[in-house]
């Protein structure tokens, strides 16, 4: 008989019969959140920032970039189709991808045919484009008067050359023609047909030639004016056309002249070689102005967009100097007597430093860097040539690009410009310091090139 598995406990007298099973106690369950509801992403949302036209005014036939910065304020990234607008017609359209949160620009070409002013929209921003119409124009530094007496000019020796410097009203001007007045002398009239003449065109610095071609001395049979056709070459900005009459030395009577006219002072025409100016004082050049004019098209003078841009008046010096509006005037910049003024944004750079020091030598690199070095700069480097130019006053002056440790310790590159003035050398140093400003030799030539003297 199998025995029961049951137990009696005694309790303060009170008999319990445990049978077959045990029980055990545990605690209620704790009551658990409802489970939170996961946050909806917001769609994609876009929204455009301000227009820009660059350049806001063009020629016909010159194509503006038209772009816009899109935001998407969304939570998830998303397609935005731009539509570009002129006039409320739509002209273009593109699809761009945009992250949330990351700005993204969309960018159009647009080339009009027509002169005028037109309204751009992309989304509910806006902006306008000037197109200005070409316009006949010359370009001549000569009165075209013979004095009596006076004749041409012959510069002999292979690739040496006649050069003048033009400066168009504004860029682009679109050359079309050269005027040379000259004449010709052979020994034998049958070389006529047989010798040549080049006409060339080169960039403002004469680093480029933009053009090129060889013309028979036959065309100067009787002397006088005569033209050149050029296949509408752009200069955007200021250019040389240089004349190598490929003349024969003395004794030889093999000869091209160019005519010229008595000019004191003049620092437009000069003697050249391969485009760079190599005499200015000599006898074959001092004194004047050769006879070649330019005729072409450019922007009319209502269609040249003023610059919003400060002038600086130096009384003592005579001379002034623009820049840009937003510059302010910064005088804890003058670490030397030999500054005269300086300019700049408030944060230090960009700027411009006016220096005057004594012109005591002729201007090179060696002796720049010895001139820096006495003005507080230190490790001084002149990274380019010794350029020369012609300010748009006809002063003569030199430009190149410099590399130096300012006084306040940080290391700069520049722009600058050096002329002489009377027993002074006026210097203007556009500057940057590339770490926080990248260097932008075209603005900073430009603002350069504003110096003009004064009338004496």
């Not at 002796?367 to 012609?390: A, D």
């Amino acid at each position: 008989m199998k025995r029961n598995t049951w137990r009696w406990i005694v309790l303060s007298g009170l008999s319990i019969l445990l049978v077959g099973s045990v029980f055990a106690c545990t605690s209620a369950p704790t009551a658990q959140p409802a489970p939170t509801e996961q946050t909806k992403k917001k769609p994609a949302q876009f929204e455009i920032g301000t227009l820009s036209v660059k350049p806001a005014t063009v020629m016909v036939g010159y194509p503006a970039t038209v772009a816009a910065t899109v935001i998407n304020s969304g939570d998830i990234s998303g397609a935005y189709e731009a539509s570009l607008m002129i006039d409320g017609e739509e002209i273009d359209r593109k699809v761009a991808w945009v992250d949330s949160g990351v700005p993204k620009e969309v960018s159009f070409q647009v080339t009009q045919t027509n002169a005028g002013s037109y309204e751009l929209n992309i989304g509910n921003s806006n902006a306008k484009l000037t197109v200005c119409a070409w316009t006949p124009q010359t370009i001549q530094y000569d009165t075209g008067e013979y004095e009596a007496g006076v004749m041409g000019t012959c510069i002999w020796g292979e690739e040496w050359g006649h050069i003048v410097h033009f400066t168009p009203l504004a860029p682009p001007f679109k050359i079309q023609k050269i005027s040379i007045s000259g004449f010709t002398q052979v020994k034998n009239f049958a070389d006529l047909s047989k010798r040549m003449f080049t006409v060339r065109i080169w960039n403002e610095n004469s680093t480029q030639k933009l053009w090129s071609d060889d013309f028979p001395w036959s065309l100067f049979i009787g002397g006088g004016w005569k033209e050149i056709d050029v296949p509408d070459i752009i200069a955007d900005g200021d250019f040389h056309v240089e004349i190598v009459t490929n003349s024969d030395a003395p004794p030889s009577a093999n000869r091209m002249y160019i005519n010229y006219e008595e000019s004191k002072g003049e620092t437009r025409s000069g003697v050249s070689y391969m485009g760079k100016v190599s005499a200015t004082e000599g006898y074959a050049v001092k004194g004047k102005r050769w006879f070649i004019r330019v005729n072409g098209q450019g922007p009319p003078e209502t269609c040249v967009p003023e610059k919003n841009w400060a002038e600086y008046v130096n009384g003592e010096y005579g001379f002034s100097v623009k820049y840009p509006s937003e510059w302010v005037e910064r005088p804890e910049l003058v670490t030397s007597p030999s500054h005269v003024a300086v300019f700049g944004v408030v944060d230090y750079t960009p700027g411009i430093a006016i220096v005057a020091v004594d012109a005591d030598a002729p201007i090179s690199a060696d002796w720049l860097i010895v001139s820096y070095q006495e003005t507080g700069m230190s490790n001084v480097k002149i990274l380019s040539p010794l350029t020369e130019t012609i300010l748009a006053d006809g002063t003569k002056a030199t430009t190149y690009k410099a590399n130096y440790i300012a006084a306040s310790g940080y290391e700069v590159t520049a722009f600058s410009l050096d002329t002489d003035k009377g027993d002074k050398r006026i210097r203007l140093i556009v500057w940057t310091v590339e770490e926080y400003v990248p260097y932008d030799e075209a603005l900073f030539s430009e603002i350069a090139h504003t110096l003009r003297f004064t009338a004496e």
